[in-house]
């Protein structure tokens, strides 16, 4: 998976933000204002860092070589991946799936209802325009 298909499906989720906060080489995606992912613009290869379960952020780091400990994150709960380092596109969109699903069930409830609401809202659209 390249860099923009990436941020294509970081932007698909519903409520997904992005912004550079940290300056012009690292784009952050937040949902309900918290960050799910961030990938550096300017590291070869590119890596993005994916919130992750702690056991499963171990497993993932055992199964491929492309995932590290978080850089400049806290280790035990986020990832280094390379988005071009061969892991299957299918399983990159389920590390951003899952970061992504972690931060909104963590948001507190009025924000995370619409942020499901939202997203229920926009599967169904999807699936009525096939």
């Known amino acids: 998976m390249d860099l923009a298909k990436f941020r294509e499906y970081c932007l698909s989720k519903s409520r997904t933000t992005e912004g550079t906060p940290f300056g012009p ?8 204002g918290k960050m799910f992912a961030l990938a550096s613009l300017d590291n070869v290869p ?7 379960d702690p056991d499963l952020a171990l497993e993932l ?3 491929y070589e492309q ?3 978080g850089y400049h994150m806290n280790k035990k709960h986020w990832n280094t991946v390379e988005i071009e380092g061969g ?11 899952h970061s992504y699903d972690l931060v909104a069930k963590a948001l507190p409830k009025s924000t995370a209802k619409r942020a499901v609401r939202t997203r ?3 599967t169904a659209t999807r699936r009525a325009r096939r």
């Open 67 to 69: 995932v590290r400990p």
């Open 61 to 63: 780091r055992d199964r």
């Open 120 to 122: 229920q809202t926009s």
């Open 46 to 52: 590119t890596t993005a860092n994916l919130k992750c």
């Open 87 to 97: 892991i299957p596109d299918a399983e990159l969109r389920k590390m951003i799936d």
């Open 25 to 32: 080489d690292v784009v952050v995606f937040k949902v309900g």
